[in-house]
């Protein structure tokens, strides 16, 4: 085990977890690329769009499950394209089914097609219905933090602000109301849409977040192997130097980082 495993687990639902990071499986070229990613990242949570993904519901065509067995790997089904809470809990239920009672969920409701910007008011009425439903509920949300708490009150087990929109690799655009969520969540805070890039990712953990999920950063890079890898080891950078606790900033300082004591010509 590495110390990462070891020192600092992600504890999601009543389980540990050695990675911080977790990846979706969309708009790779073949499932041969999507595993070799998923291998690279060093991730255990993987999010599978059930609307858009086969992982059993077409037993006519190849299964993502054959390249990401269940045994090995956490599948976090999601609502990816629901614009409505009926459809999110739907789906829910329909991916319960097919993976044999899973309750661990990403759900999003989105609030139009062009910007994919959550619709909190559905995402608020499914949560409340999925979490009495039994689910263990992830749930992707604005940057609202009065929302993040609304959430986690409701029971949902993570809450998931965006850290831009999703696609856009803008990066964390509203560090501060990233950083109000995680003061006041008591369930992790998974930055979810919006990386680009590692310092991206290592900026979220910086921030104190408890992870990260990501797709398109990874896999519309040049080379999504060689991004899997390098987010693997930009969260885990960030989430040591948030665990440190950096050195307080300054526009400049008269103490030099050598001692000036014993110096030639100084008593």
Known sequence: MTPHENMDPLLIGGKAYASRLLVGTG???DFAETRAAVDASGAQIITVAIRRTNIGQNPDEPSLLE??????FTILPNTAGCYTADDAVRTLRLARELLDGHDLVKLEVLGDPKTLYPNVVETIAAAKTL????FKVMVYTSDDPIIAKQLEEIGCVAVMPLASLIGSGMG????WNLQIIIESATVPVVVDAGVGTASDAAIAMEL???AVLMNTAIAAAKDPVLMASAMRKAVEAGRDAWRAGRMPKKLYSASPSSPTGGMIGKS
Do not use: E, F, M
């Open 27 to 29: 708009k790779y070229r």
């Open 67 to 72: 390249a990401l067995p269940p045994s090995k």
């Open 131 to 134: 979490v009495k439903d039994g």
């Open 172 to 175: 964390i655009l509203n560090p």
């Open 208 to 210: 104190g977040c408890d």
